[in-house]
């Protein structure tokens, strides 16, 4: 089964998804931010990363181009959750390796078709 980590400096947003995400027999992971997900990905091997991007330290973008550069998670898939705007207003994110942009709050329909989508299911 896949694993999973949510990066959402909201923690009530984190457990929605976690709990969502777990019904459907997801192992998953929380941060509250980027620079703690980035230590964990440093010691655990994760399938996707679920991540905000307006956080506190280090945004959603920041944190998975950190990820990238610094090949820590070579394969993962990137799903990032925006709050405002549009995907045309984040033309970065497919260099930066995101493969998928959701609005939130997440409609977890689209979320479980964005990953079955990613994973070839």
């Known amino acids: 089964m896949n694993k999973i980590i949510i990066v959402d400096d909201e923690k009530i947003k984190r457990i929605k998804l976690a709990r969502a ?3 459907k027999g997801f192992i998953v992971d929380e941060a509250k931010n980027g620079i703690d997900a980035i230590g964990m990905i440093k010691n ?8 905000d991007n307006i956080m506190p ?7 998975c181009k950190y990820i990238k550069d ?3 998670a070579p394969g993962i898939k990137m799903i990032l959750l925006i709050g405002y ?12 390796g995101i ?12 979320l479980f078709n964005s ?6 299911n």
Not at 57 to 63: A, C, P, R, S
Not at 100 to 110: E, G, I, W
Not at 115 to 120: M, P, Q, R, T, Y
């Open 21 to 23: 995400l777990r019904s």
């Open 44 to 51: 655990t091997r994760y399938d996707l990363i679920l991540i």
């Open 57 to 63: 330290k280090l945004t959603g973008i920041d944190t």
């Open 70 to 72: 610094n090949k820590l």
């Open 115 to 120: 990953i079955a989508e990613l994973f070839g």
């Open 85 to 96: 705007g549009s995907l045309a207003d984040y033309p970065e994110i497919k260099e930066i």
């Open 99 to 110: 493969q998928k942009a959701l609005q939130k709050p997440v409609n977890t329909s689209d």
